[in-house]
């Protein structure tokens, strides 16, 4: 997650709107439902955040249009969904939708991940999105407004700087809501899974098949509740607590950052000492990063600080096959420290660890903060920031003062449904022991109120993702679920090594 009820009432038409239907989806206008995916190979340049070298041979991309408002579909107000498609490599019988989280993460490239699932592909259409409001899909912006909050330390606790972190989270917040105009307030799972169910209808299938990692989680999660009939075989990998709000889920991270910081990472980096010099301990390995990160605070690298390098290290965290990515640029940061000339390799080191497009921002942030409760103050937002950093959640822990956008977010949300699985097919949540971004006493709350679910658990292990990311075990478990139906009991397995640097 990089960054996972009953309705009020709603038109006459939108409580018939796909439930139920046909692949005609009856409710919604000829105009949506009438189209014809152009399918055609993607060129590069049609995919966002695709992963350097990536093989895009036999790639498909499609665009179609989905109504701007699915309150009102008959307004002719529309928007544009980007989708890519890897063909089965057999007869097509299913087809298998994929999320890669965020909110607000482009996923037309995803498909590329499952080539090698050769189970799995035999019969389904591997089917990439770019949801609304990022990618290739039609944009949100917030204009480059979010960078402010990433900006100012918060374990600075100087009364001023606070005040000041508060004051560019609230400069988010209204920037983001200018920029969004109509449309931000229309950026939200609500409207995102209606687009899924319109894609459902013109891929011609009764039902579709689910992989969603993260972000991912909650929007599988949320369809599968709107739309249990149309629920084929649904994986949640790297699971939100979809049952509560974004708020609650949030602020579960920095106890997982922390602990995927000083439980795994440090004592991996402290094995290599004789390669990285940076401690035979982790705990050693900890206190050389402190170092380094004070002298960061008083010398930044052309404004590349302490809060760039806690975003880097925290997006390093998220797989096991990125530590020695980490440990080298904790090194090079180091290094930077104590010569000046080489800063500008670490600068660029950090930099490049740490981007963000300004349209998953803000699909990002409108989703968050226009979906759900949002509660606290500036003052319990400072002392919450506090207290985690007095119980040494020093990674992430103060960062949820900067991460306060919602907090200013001038806008009722709208509320979020009641997630009890009462009436869903089961659905397979797929989680590691110390992942760090949604932590596994979340994931396991949401399995204990979502009627029905099963739960896999990877134990040894903290990679954010796991299937079709090289456990053969969960590969197994999960192509067996996805492909033969086989709904499995909740259960452990080990995890994978950790890499050799």
């Given at each position: 997650m990089?960054?996972?009820?009953?309705f009020?009432?709603?038109?006459?038409?939108?409580?018939?709107?796909?439930?139920?239907?046909?692949p005609?989806?009856?409710g919604?206008?000829?105009?949506?439902?009438?189209?014809?995916?152009?399918?055609?190979?993607?060129a590069?340049?049609?995919?966002?955040?695709?992963p350097?070298?990536?093989?895009?041979?036999?790639?498909?991309?499609?665009?179609?249009?989905?109504?701007?408002?699915?309150?009102?579909p008959?307004?002719?107000?529309?928007?544009?969904?980007?989708?890519?498609?890897?063909?089965?490599t057999?007869?097509?019988?299913?087809s298998?939708?994929?999320?890669p989280g965020?909110?607000?993460?482009?996923?037309?490239?995803?498909?590329?991940m499952?080539?090698?699932q050769?189970?799995?592909?035999?019969?389904?259409?591997?089917?990439?999105?770019d949801?609304?409001?990022t990618?290739?899909?039609?944009?949100?912006?917030?204009?480059?407004?979010?960078?402010?909050?990433?900006?100012?330390?918060?374990?600075?606790?100087?009364?001023?700087n606070?005040?000041q972190?508060?004051?560019?989270?609230?400069y988010?917040?209204?920037?983001c809501r200018?920029?969004?105009?109509?449309?931000?307030?229309?950026?939200t799972?609500?409207?995102?899974?209606?687009?899924?169910?319109?894609?459902?209808?013109?891929?011609?299938?009764?039902k579709?098949?689910?992989?969603?990692?993260s972000?991912?989680?909650?929007?599988?999660?949320?369809?599968?509740?709107?739309?249990?009939?149309?629920t084929g075989?649904?994986?949640?990998?790297?699971?939100?607590?979809?049952?509560?709000?974004?708020?609650?889920t949030?602020?579960?991270q920095?106890?997982?950052?922390?602990?995927?910081?000083?439980?795994?990472?440090?004592?991996?980096?402290?094995?290599?000492?004789?390669?990285?010099?940076f401690?035979?301990s982790?705990e050693?390995?900890?206190?050389?990063?402190?170092r380094v990160?004070?002298?960061l605070?008083?010398?930044p690298m052309?404004?590349?600080g302490?809060?760039?390098?806690?975003?880097?290290?925290?997006?390093?965290?998220?797989k096991?096959?990125t530590?020695?990515a980490l440990?080298?640029?904790?090194?090079?940061?180091?290094?930077?420290?104590?010569?000046?000339?080489?800063?500008?390799?670490?600068k660029?080191a950090?930099?490049?660890?740490?981007d963000?497009?300004?349209?998953?921002?803000?699909?990002?942030?409108?989703?968050?903060?226009?979906?759900?409760?949002?509660?606290?103050?500036?003052a319990?937002r400072?002392?919450?920031?506090?207290?985690n950093?007095?119980?040494?959640?020093?990674l992430?822990?103060?960062?949820?003062?900067?991460a306060?956008v919602?907090?200013?977010w001038d806008?009722?949300p709208?509320?979020l449904?009641?997630?009890d699985?009462?009436g869903?097919?089961?659905v397979?949540?797929?989680?590691?022991e110390?992942?760090?971004a949604?932590?596994?006493e979340g994931?396991?709350?949401?399995h204990?109120?979502?009627?029905?679910?099963?739960?896999?658990?990877?134990?040894?292990?903290?990679?954010?993702?796991?299937y079709?990311?090289?456990?053969?075990?969960?590969d197994?478990?999960?192509?067996?679920?996805?492909?033969d139906?086989?709904?499995p009991?909740?259960?452990?397995?080990p995890g994978?090594p950790?890499?050799?640097?």
């Amino acid at each position: 997650m990089k960054r996972t009820l009953a309705f009020g009432m709603l038109p006459v038409i939108v409580g018939g709107l796909l439930a139920g239907a046909t692949p005609a989806s009856a409710g919604v206008p000829a105009h949506y439902t009438d189209q014809k995916l152009a399918w055609h190979p993607c060129a590069e340049e049609e995919l966002i955040s695709l992963p350097p070298g990536t093989d895009i041979g036999g790639l498909d991309c499609a665009t179609y249009r989905t109504p701007r408002d699915w309150d009102r579909p008959h307004e002719r107000q529309e928007l544009t969904i980007a989708v890519s498609r890897l063909k089965a490599t057999g007869a097509s019988t299913a087809s298998l939708l994929t999320n890669p989280g965020g909110p607000g993460g482009a996923g037309r490239w995803q498909p590329t991940m499952f080539r090698g699932q050769e189970k799995l592909r035999e019969h389904q259409d591997i089917i990439g999105i770019d949801v609304r409001g990022t990618g290739k899909s039609t944009n949100v912006t917030c204009r480059g407004a979010v960078d402010v909050i990433r900006q100012l330390d918060p374990r600075d606790r100087d009364p001023r700087n606070l005040d000041q972190i508060l004051a560019n989270a609230e400069y988010a917040a209204k920037s983001c809501r200018h920029a969004g105009g109509e449309f931000g307030p229309l950026i939200t799972t609500y409207q995102t899974i209606r687009d899924f169910d319109l894609l459902r209808a013109l891929l011609g299938r009764e039902k579709i098949n689910w992989v969603g990692y993260s972000g991912g989680t909650w929007l599988g999660a949320h369809y599968a509740q709107q739309f249990p009939q149309r629920t084929g075989r649904f994986v949640l990998d790297s699971s939100t607590e979809f049952t509560t709000d974004w708020q609650r889920t949030f602020d579960h991270q920095p106890v997982g950052f922390e602990r995927r910081w000083r439980q795994d990472f440090l004592p991996w980096m402290a094995r290599y000492d004789a390669k990285y010099h940076f401690g035979t301990s982790g705990e050693e390995v900890r206190r050389t990063y402190e170092r380094v990160r004070y002298a960061l605070s008083r010398d930044p690298m052309d404004g590349n600080g302490p809060m760039e390098l806690d975003t880097a290290i925290i997006y390093l965290l998220y797989k096991k096959a990125t530590f020695p990515a980490l440990a080298d640029l904790l090194v090079k940061v180091r290094n930077a420290m104590e010569n000046p000339r080489a800063k500008a390799e670490a600068k660029a080191a950090v930099e490049a660890a740490g981007d963000f497009s300004d349209a998953q921002d803000a699909t990002f942030w409108n989703t968050v903060c226009g979906e759900g409760k949002f509660t606290g103050t500036r003052a319990s937002r400072i002392r919450e920031a506090q207290r985690n950093l007095d119980r040494g959640l020093l990674l992430a822990g103060g960062g949820v003062l900067n991460a306060s956008v919602c907090l200013f977010w001038d806008k009722e949300p709208r509320p979020l449904p009641k997630l009890d699985g009462k009436g869903v097919p089961p659905v397979l949540i797929v989680h590691s022991e110390h992942d760090p971004a949604t932590t596994i006493e979340g994931a396991r709350r949401a399995h204990a109120k979502f009627a029905n679910s099963r739960m896999l658990t990877v134990t040894g292990e903290g990679d954010h993702g796991l299937y079709a990311d090289g456990n053969p075990k969960v590969d197994e478990i999960v192509n067996a679920y996805l492909v033969d139906g086989v709904v499995p009991a909740d259960q452990s397995v080990p995890g994978m090594p950790l890499p050799v640097p």
